[in-house]
Structure formats: structure tokens, C-alpha cells
């Protein structure tokens, strides 16, 4: 049976971070900014936020690699591949969320009211972004036992890392320098600006993760491992059919043997 990759899944799993990648240069890039001149969070709140975010994302990364290696969530979709789409549909549902307007704020609205409106966002968000990176990357032994295959999924995955940094810086480039504002500081009224950022962004990654499930089917672990079973089975046949000749013709070639065979000769003689 042929277990190897072909280009077809190597290029499909390639993409199955994009979204992720996309938003995490997003976060990294602009979430602070977003919250500091668009809402005009002090300094500190909005640096609770990405520590409510930080905290959030240790704690789940732990918690969905121990779950997602539990064989009851396994179903015919792929265990791993269900849990990268409940990942991908909590990160595409809540990202929008938070560079935009806290729904049912106004300006008068206290900080710590939308800080309780985007903390469990973040979390949701959080819990998604490690669900879809802990199975994308555990998929990598599941798809292949090949060294050289392994390598390769890891190079095209991180390919499109880079690429997705370039998409998301190259994107707001285009975004906010075509807004009409006599000065270059950000403000509230910029807040459009951010919204069709989001969008655009999250928009591209939910495309690249669509190419993803429909591109790769997901192989279990047993199956890649049929290969290799089977090889060294036939391995260990030829290793005991060695010995047992070489047992055979040491016995053959023994001195005693020999002294034993010229005394029964010369006995019957």
C-alpha cells in the first residue's frame, strides 16, 4: 500500500494555518493599537486585554493537546481535522469581534464594562487559535512516517507563516493609506478602517483553511504505520532465517562435530 504525500496534501496542509498566522499578526501588530487610539482604552486596560489573551493561551494550549489526542472526539471526519475546524469556527467567529465596537457601548461607556464584553472574547479566541495549531501541527506524523515528507510539510507550512505576515501588513498598507485624514495619528474615526481590516484578513484565512479541509483527507496513525510494520516484519523473518543458517553452519563446521563424525567412522569400520 502507498502511504507517500503528494503535492496535492502537501500544499492543502500548508494552508491549514493561514487563518491563525493571519491573526496573529494582527494581534501582535495592531490589537494594542486598536484598543489605545480607536477606543481609547488606557494603557493599562489595554494591556490587560493581551495578558487576559497571553494567560488564556497557556492555559489551553496544554489542555487541547492532552484532549485531542482522546480517542472518543475521533469520528470518520478525522480527530484531528475535527478538531482544527472547531478551532477554525471559534477564531473566525470571535476575531471580527474584537476591532470592533463593544455591541451596545457608546462613548460613554466605562472601561471596565467593555473589558468584561472583550475578555471572554479574547478567551474563545484564544482557545480556537490552539485548538486549530496544536492539530494542524500533530497532523504531521499522522499524514507520513517519511523523514523527508516531515520536513517538507514543515517547510510549505512555515512558507506560508512568512506569507501571511506579508498579507496582513501588505493589506492594512492599502487599507489605512488610502484614508482621506488630514493628519497621520490614528483616531476613533478610524475605526472603519480597522473593521475592513479584520474582515478582509479573516476572510482570506477562512478561504485558505476551506482549501485545507476540502484538500487533505486525514490519515490515522494506525495506517501510516502499516509500512513499517510490514517491513519490519519481513525484517525480522530474514534476521531469523539468518541466524538459523548461521547456527546450521556452525554446527556443520564444528571441530568436535568433525572429531565425533571420524570416530563413528572409524568404529564402524
Known amino acids: 500500500m502507498d502511504y507517500t504525500v503528494t503535492a496535492r496534501m502537501k500544499y492543502s496542509f500548508g494552508v491549514g494555518h493561514v487563518l491563525n498566522d493571519l491573526c496573529a499578526s494582527m494581534w501582535f501588530s495592531y490589537l494594542l493599537i486598536f484598543f489605545h487610539k480607536i477606543l481609547q482604552f488606557s494603557n493599562s486596560m489595554a494591556g490587560n486585554i493581551l495578558l487576559v489573551g497571553q494567560i488564556a493561551d497557556g492555559i489551553a494550549t496544554p489542555f487541547v493537546g ?57 478567551v474563545i479566541f484564544q482557545f480556537g487559535w490552539a485548538a486549530t495549531q496544536i492539530n494542524h501541527l500533530a497532523l504531521i506524523p ?20 512568512v506569507f501571511s505576515g506579508i498579507i ?67 525484517d525480522d523473518v530474514s534476521q531469523d532465517h539468518m541466524i538459523t543458517s548461521e547456527r546450521k553452519s556452525l554446527s556443520e563446521n564444528s571441530p568436535l562435530l568433525h572429531g565425533r563424525k571420524r570416530q563413528s567412522s572409524v568404529i564402524g569400520y
Not at 478538531?83 to 460613554?108: D, K, Q, R, Y
Open 66 to 122: 492532552y484532549e485531542s489526542d482522546k480517542s472518543y472526539f475521533a469520528c470518520k471526519y478525522g480527530k484531528r481535522k475535527s478538531w482544527h475546524l472547531v478551532g477554525t469556527v471559534c477564531v473566525a467567529m470571535t476575531f471580527p469581534l474584537l476591532f470592533l465596537h463593544c455591541i451596545g457601548c457608546n462613548e460613554s461607556s466605562p472601561e471596565y464594562a467593555q473589558f468584561i464584553y472583550y475578555a471572554p472574547l479574547v
Open 142 to 161: 499522522d499524514l507520513t512516517n517519511n523523514d523527508e515528507d516531515r520536513v517538507s510539510l514543515n517547510a510549505i507550512r512555515y512558507a506560508f507563516t
Open 168 to 234: 496582513v501588513y501588505g493589506v492594512a498598507w492599502g487599507i489605512l493609506g488610502m484614508q482621506d485624514s488630514s493628519s497621520d495619528m490614528l483616531s476613533p474615526a478610524d475605526a472603519p478602517a480597522f473593521r475592513n481590516l479584520v474582515l478582509s484578513v479573516v476572510g482570506i484565512g477562512i478561504l485558505f483553511s476551506i482549501i485545507f479541509h476540502v484538500g487533505l483527507k486525514e490519515r490515522t496513525r494506525q495506517s501510516t504505520s502499516v509500512a513499517i510494520n510490514e517491513s519490519t516484519d519481513d
